[in-house]
């Protein structure tokens, strides 16, 4: 992962893309930084982690903006949010989500609220990078009746 965003920011500075080498330049020291962190290269999911950290950050970030009536930020961080999606896996459909949640619901035995961490535990490691954590939450809160 670490390597294609370095070959997409030589290319960003080659066209002289200052926004898209700001975004991954910031991509990249991240990623690195986490891998330094971690004390090895950085694996595949790892790598997804990180950026899915990044992404939840512009996702915020552009809500506040939206908020303070700052659309100019907001859009900035919308743009950076879209190169980030480029290296996250390809989002899952709600229905793919919902048949997830239906059989940890089963596999699990849960019937209330209560329940929700045995359901999450088998559905995290299914929708991790593919799915918003509180999306998938939510479905499950909704799935059990809250």
């Known amino acids: ?4 965003v370095e070959s997409d920011l030589r ?3 080659l066209a002289r893309d200052g926004e898209r080498v700001t975004a991954l330049a910031m991509l990249l020291s991240a990623l690195k930084d986490a891998e330094k962190t971690g004390g090895g290269t950085l ?3 790892g790598a997804i982690q990180v950026l899915t950290r990044e ?5 915020e970030a552009a809500e506040s903006f939206r908020e303070g009536g700052r659309e100019e930020a907001a859009l900035k961080e919308e743009s950076e949010l879209a190169m ?6 390809a989002q ?8 997830i949640i239906a059989a940890a619901i089963a596999e699990s035995g849960a ?3 209560k329940d929700l961490g045995s359901v ?17 939450a939510a479905a499950v809160r909704a799935a059990l009746g809250a």
Request: without cysteine; glycine residues 4%; positive net charge.
């Open 120 to 136: 999450m535990k088998l559905v995290q490691p299914q929708t991790a990078g593919r799915a918003d954590g509180k999306a998938v």
């Open 43 to 45: 694996d595949d999911a």
């Open 84 to 89: 980030i999606d480029r290296y996250l896996p």
């Open 111 to 113: 019937t209330t609220v």
């Open 1 to 4: 992962m670490i390597t294609q």
């Open 11 to 13: 290319e960003a500075r």
């Open 92 to 99: 899952m459909a709600q229905d793919e989500v919902d048949a």
């Open 55 to 59: 992404r939840k950050k512009r996702v």
